[in-house]
């Protein structure tokens, strides 16, 4: 297969449908000494095999991008995290960022509603609207929403264990706004497997949490077929303390649990896993996080190509949207963190992120202000706009450290998911604490390397100085749970409670059977059962899921 010739027929379209392609921004890419800059650019010798192993932007195995014109075509989607307090002071914030010229919409729960409580409940006490907004029935999810047309927004939502009852709130107000669920765009990570591993908001067990995941997969396949049904995370395994190999290969392993559950199901391959996509960590190990990006793509079209014979070639592209370290944020000195953050997004975009959520300064004290949200967001468009990454594609391609990270990544990841299959797989394998007394091993060598000074950590084992905590830290007030409290009161005593009744108990009927569950999710939702009502449905039928300590 020679190189030169399959550029050609890559740089003429030959290729047609099977490469995925924008087209190019309106404008002329050029350096500053007024050199064109060229799409792509390849190795001046013939190796057989190149094309095998690196691709071309667009073609499989896809380790050097999902579409063949990546951001010369457009830019990342720059999508915020945000969401906080009440639905009406989210909304707020939603408005201000989509004003700053953030391109779509990043949901935080706060962790009663990733668990699936109600604001009155008694384990949600302290808890309400502290590190994302509190969502408790349809009428919460309508403020937050409110004026903020859903059809022409795309909007990713960080919610694993009650996803379907919040994808099916989402498709609930659209439909209000007059927007039928196939015209939505948009995410809900839907990852339990990461939540037993590394995060811990599930709330039922393993095996009717994966029924739950497949059940949205098939409804979304029908009905919702725009929306990524599952983000499949590295992201907090990361954040638990894995390495670069480690958080490659785990989130794949729960890529394969999840292919493999959706199969069993009666799925086809090509049917559900052109809508799957992944969510990675971005650290300040620049180049290493460059070939961890492509290297992950390289392995995951291989696994779908070769494991589960996928036909179609949007199964084979592994599409992912970043976010930067919230590990490496530090209390001390925290303007230093805006530098951090730079660094991890130029790792982002050069690795080729679909979407991208840069943390702000001041994390590791509290919820981010609006000032440092802006510098954020800044952040990223500077990237964007004036760094010139983004006018030529996989621009450190051909680097031999590059390369040679990438091929590394992949071999040590491959081998780690060997291990996984070994012992039955990921559910297995996490049942058995293998992936997470990993994570415990990595985590440790790590947090021991600082504290003897091998790791240097600017600001906090070096170059430290006497300061004053920041003054202007966002603080959420305990009033917001009675308001919650308060809303939740009005909604019960202003619906339908018969019409409620009867749809939970619909819901409980399906969950003992075989029946897909999101129908009748959805039904409950629009008369306005609460979060709370239609998990402890479930419950009753899944059981709660208990961690068990593995010596």
Same mark, same amino acid.
Not at 294 to 301: D, K, T, V
């Given at each position: ?5 399959? /550029? ?13 392609? /924008? ?13 064109? #800059?060229? @799409? ?13 192993? %690196? ?5 499989? @195995? ?21 969401? /906080?307090?009440? !639905? ?23 962790? @009663? ?7 009155? =409940? ?25 004026? +903020? @047309? ?98 490659? $290969?785990?989130?794949? !392993? ?24 992944? /969510? &990675?960590?971005? =650290? ?22 070769? %494991?589960f014979n996928s036909k179609d070639v ?8 970043t976010q930067t370290a919230g590990c490496?944020?530090? $209390? ?71 390369? $040679? ?7 040590? !990841?491959?081998?780690? +998911? ?8 990921? #559910? ?5 604490? &293998? ?43 305990? $009033? ?26 619909? +819901? ?36 709660? =899921? ?6």
């Open positions: 297969m020679s190189i030169s010739s399959e /550029f050609a027929k890559w740089k003429e379209g030959a290729y047609g449908k099977t490469v995925a392609k /924008f087209p190019e921004r309106k404008q002329v890419f050029k350096t500053s000494f007024n050199e064109v #800059v060229e @799409p792509v650019y390849v190795p001046g010798f013939e190796d057989p095999q190149y094309l095998e192993t %690196r691709g071309l932007p667009g073609l499989y @195995p896809f380790t050097r991008g999902v579409q063949s014109t990546m951001y010369r075509g457009k830019f990342w989607t720059m999508r915020q995290y945000a969401g /906080f307090g009440t !639905a009406e002071e989210s909304n707020k914030r939603y408005k201000y960022l989509l004003g700053a010229g953030q391109t779509g919409l990043s949901v935080a729960f706060d962790l @009663p509603t990733q668990i699936g409580y109600d604001s009155d =409940h008694p384990m949600s006490d302290g808890e309400v609207g502290k590190v994302g907004v509190a969502i408790d029935s349809l009428k919460d999810m309508e403020i937050l929403f409110d004026g +903020i @047309p859903l059809g022409d927004v795309s909007t990713s939502m960080t919610i694993n264990s009650t996803a379907g009852v919040l994808l099916a709130m989402y498709i609930a107000v659209a439909e209000k706004q007059g927007f039928t669920a196939d015209k939505l765009n948009g995410t809900i990570q839907n990852d339990i497997l990461k939540e037993y591993i590394a995060r811990g908001t599930y709330r039922f067990p393993p095996k009717p949490s994966m029924r739950l995941i497949t059940d949205i997969f098939e409804f979304c396949a029908s009905h919702v077929p725009k929306w990524n049904t599952i983000s499949i995370s590295g992201y907090h395994i990361r954040e638990a303390g894995s390495n670069a190999v480690q958080e490659v $290969a785990f989130t794949l !392993a729960d890529g394969i649990a999840y292919a493999d559950a959706a199969i069993k199901a009666g799925m086809d391959i090509d049917v559900f896993a052109p809508r799957l996509s992944f /969510f &990675f960590n971005a =650290h300040n190990n620049l180049l290493e996080e460059v070939a961890k990006f492509r290297a992950a793509r390289r392995l995951w079209a291989e696994i779908m190509k070769n %494991r949007k199964s084979q592209m592994l599409r992912f949207h490496t944020l530090t $209390a001390q000195q925290p303007d230093n963190n805006i530098v951090r953050v730079a660094i991890q997004t130029l790792a982002a975009t050069l690795g080729g992120t679909q979407s991208l959520h840069t943390n702000s300064r001041d994390e590791a004290l509290a919820l981010p202000t609006e000032d440092s949200v802006r510098i954020a967001l800044r952040t990223q468009q500077i990237v964007a706009y004036e760094s010139g990454i983004a006018d030529t594609i996989d621009p450190l391609a051909g680097s031999y450290y590059v390369e $040679a990270l990438t091929d590394s990544i992949y071999a040590k !990841a491959k081998k780690y +998911i060997e291990r996984i299959d070994e012992l039955g797989g990921m #559910v297995e394998a996490i049942e058995k604490g &293998f992936v997470q007394q990993e994570i415990q091993d990595s985590a440790y060598t790590y947090q021991i390397e600082v504290e003897k000074g091998e790791q240097i950590v600017v600001g906090v084992n070096k170059f430290q100085v006497k300061e004053l905590p920041p003054s202007n830290l966002l603080k959420v007030d305990r $009033a917001i749970q009675v308001s919650q409290i308060a809303k939740i009161k009005d909604v019960k005593s202003s619906r339908d409670n018969d019409a409620v009744v009867k749809k939970l108990a619909e +819901i409980k009927t399906a969950a003992q059977g075989t029946e897909n569950l999101m129908p009748k999710i959805l039904e409950a939702v629009k008369v306005y059962a609460t979060l709370g009502e239609i998990t402890g449905t479930l419950q009753e039928v899944f059981g709660e =899921h208990k961690e068990s300590v593995v010596l």
